[in-house]
């Protein structure tokens, strides 16, 4: 059912007219967030790493590391749709916008539905083995993003705009994405739709 899954994004419509040299300069501004995305997501990983073991053990997951996994993946969110110029202005590097719901702050959303109760010991055992079938998809169409990412970039580049349909790929790919790392990172049970819609 569209809208049930206990993740959801939100991209804003991005700003009307992209400026040539901004197309062409963007991604050098974001390397400092990049390099603070990659050491952020090893700390993640290792946090859902402590939740594993804790759920496996307790049933639960201590809820400040969840919370911190889904603040981690909020700001790759942020920087992604700036460095694509999906949203504007420039994200901050701190705080990092930990918590289940969005704290607000920047127009790109990402909100997750915190797990109540005990959580599903099997699925948690066997996540990885359960995820295969989603990496595998997810390879094939991160080929794909990344064709249709490169040839946006040229188009954006002359017209100053992002092609909508080429952008609602892309963004649908990166959805995909942050559904199966949810899942991946411990944040809920659901598996991930074999979907790239809302």
Known sequence: MPGAYPLTVDVPPGPAQIPPVKVLTNWLIFIPHLIWVYILSIVAFIAAIVCWFSILFT??????????????MRYQWRVVTGLFEWAEPYPTFAPIPQGFADPGGYPAVLNFTPVSGERNRVTVLVRIILCIPQFIVLYFLNIANEVCLLISWFIALFTGQWNPSLKNFCIGVFRWQLRVGSYVLLLHDEYPPFSLEP
């Open 59 to 72: 049933g639960t997951a201590p809820e400040s590391l969840s919370e911190f996994i889904a603040g981690v």
